[in-house]
C-alpha cells in the first residue's frame, strides 16, 4: 500500500469514523460525494453559462477584447502623436529660423545704434574742441569710454576694435591739450619745487583753482583698467600698478631731472653714490607731498575716486625711478663688493626713511624688491656671512 491511500484511510478514518463500520452510512457518504461531484462537475461544465468557470472564462475574454481595443486606441494615439510632432517639429524648425533671424536684425540694430551713438559722441566732441569747451570735451569723452567699458568683452571683435579706435583716438588728442594747459598752470606755480623754485612767492589762488579743474579734466579721460593696453613690463615693475593721468603728468618733469642727472655721462650719474639719487627722490617726495595732498586730493575725492590717494601715488611714481635706476645698476655693482654693500645700506636707509618720516605704505612696491630678486639676495647674504667671519677674527686676535 502506498502512502497516498494511506493517507487518504488515514483522512477517511478521522473525518467519518464509524460512519464507514454501517451500510447506511455508506450509502449516505456516497450520495454525499456525488452530490459534491455534480456540483464542481458542473461548475467546471463549459457549456453551461452559468458555470463559474464558464462566467470567470468569459470575463476574461471580455476583459481581453477590451486591453486589445485599448491597445490598438493608443497606437492609433501614439501614431497621431508621432505625426503631430513632425508637424510641430516643422512649425519649431521654422519659427527658430525666424528667431534666429529676428536675433541677427536685432543684433545688427543694436550694432549700429552703438556705431551711431559713437558717431554722434565724437561730432559732439569735436563741436565742443573747437570751441575749446574743455568741460564738454571731457564729459562726451567719458559717455564714449563709458561705452567702450560696457563692450570690452563683447564678442563683435570688430565693433570692439572699432569702439577701442576710437577711444584711443580722441584719448591722444584731449590729453595733448590737457598736458599742454596743465604746463603752463605748472609753470604758473612754479612746478616742480626744485631749488631756486623753493624761493617764490606762493602760487596764486586763481592757477591753483585752475590746476583743480585741469585735474578734474584729466581724472574724467582716465581711461579704466578694461581699456588700458597691459605694457607687459619686467618682472619688476610689474609690481606698480599705472598712476592716475594727472601724477603721471605731474611727476614727468620730475623724471626728466631724474634722467638728466643720474643717466648717461653726468657726472652726478656716479655706481658708487646711490644716495645721491636716494637723497634726490626723498627731497621731491618732501617738497611735493604736501602740496598734492592739500590741492589736488579734495578733488579726487569729490569726484568719488576714494582708491585714489595722489601722495601715495606721488611717492610711488618716484619710487619706481629709484627701483628702475638700482635694478639697472646692478650687473655692474656686482663685481664690486665696496660699491655693492654701499648700495645695500643706502637702500635700506632709504626705504626706512621713506616709510617712518614719509608714511609709505608697507603694501606699496618699493625698494626691496630690487634687494630680493634670488641673484642680488644671495649675493647681499654671502657678504653678510663674510663680514661676520672677518668680525670674528678680527675679535679673536
Not at 468557470?53 to 497621431?80: F, M, P, W, Y
Not at 570692439?160 to 604746463?183: C, E, M, P, T
Not at 602760487?203 to 605694457?231: A, F, H, M, N
Not at 611735493?288 to 585714489?308: A, E, R, T
Amino acid at each position: 500500500m502506498n502512502l497516498e491511500n494511506e493517507d487518504l484511510i488515514r483522512k477517511l478514518n478521522e473525518n467519518y469514523g464509524s460512519q464507514l463500520f454501517t451500510l447506511d452510512g455508506c450509502l449516505k457518504l456516497k450520495e454525499q460525494f456525488d452530490r459534491e461531484t455534480k456540483t464542481i462537475t458542473d461548475e467546471l461544465d463549459l457549456s453551461s453559462e452559468h458555470a463559474t468557470v464558464a462566467i470567470t472564462l468569459r470575463n476574461a475574454a471580455d476583459h481581453c477584447q477590451i486591453i486589445a481595443k485599448t491597445l490598438s486606441d493608443g497606437e492609433s494615439c501614439l501614431e497621431k502623436v508621432r505625426i503631430h510632432l513632425e508637424e510641430v517639429d516643422a512649425v519649431k524648425a521654422e519659427l527658430e529660423a525666424y528667431f534666429e533671424k529676428l536675433n541677427v536684425l536685432e543684433c545688427t540694430a543694436q550694432y549700429l545704434k552703438v556705431i551711431q551713438s559713437i558717431e554722434d559722441l565724437c561730432d559732439q566732441l569735436e563741436v565742443h574742441l573747437k570751441s575749446n569747451d574743455d568741460e564738454l570735451c571731457t564729459t562726451a569723452f567719458a559717455n564714449i569710454t563709458e561705452i567702450a567699458r560696457h563692450l570690452a568683452d563683447t564678442p563683435a571683435i570688430h565693433l570692439r576694435s572699432y569702439i577701442k579706435a576710437k577711444v584711443d583716438y580722441w584719448f591722444g588728442i584731449l590729453r595733448n591739450k590737457l598736458s599742454q594747459d596743465l604746463d603752463h598752470v605748472l609753470k604758473a606755480i612754479h612746478w616742480p619745487f626744485v631749488n631756486a623754485n623753493l624761493s617764490i612767492e606762493a602760487p596764486g589762488e586763481g592757477s591753483l583753482r585752475k590746476l583743480q579743474l585741469i585735474v578734474e579734466y584729466l581724472l574724467q579721460i582716465d581711461l579704466p583698467e578694461e581699456l588700458v593696453t597691459p605694457l607687459h613690463p619686467h618682472g619688476l615693475l610689474s609690481n606698480f600698478l599705472p598712476l592716475s593721468l594727472p601724477i603721471e603728468l605731474m611727476i614727468a618733469p620730475l623724471k626728466k631731472r631724474f634722467l638728466f642727472h643720474f643717466y648717461g655721462s653726468r657726472k652726478t650719474n656716479r655706481i658708487d653714490k646711490p644716495e645721491w639719487y636716494f637723497t634726490k627722490i626723498l627731497s621731491w617726495i618732501r617738497d611735493h607731498s604736501g602740496f598734492v595732498d592739500k590741492w589736488l586730493q579734495p578733488v579726487v575725492d569729490k569726484m568719488g575716486l576714494y582708491h585714489i590717494e595722489v601722495k601715495t601715488e606721488l611717492m610711488r611714481g618716484l619710487v619706481q625711478m629709484a627701483v628702475e635706476k638700482l635694478y639697472g645698476d646692478l650687473p655692474t655693482l656686482q663685481y664690486d663688493d665696496f660699491a655693492f654693500s654701499h648700495c645695500i645700506d643706502e637702500a635700506l636707509g632709504f626705504d626706512k626713511e621713506l616709510k617712518m618720516n614719509y608714511e609709505y605704505p608697507q603694501n606699496q612696491p618699493n625698494i626691496l624688491l630690487v634687494l630680493t630678486q634670488a641673484q642680488v639676495f644671495i649675493k647681499w647674504m654671502a657678504m653678510e656671512k663674510k663680514c661676520k667671519y672677518c668680525e670674528s677674527l678680527t675679535h679673536q686676535k
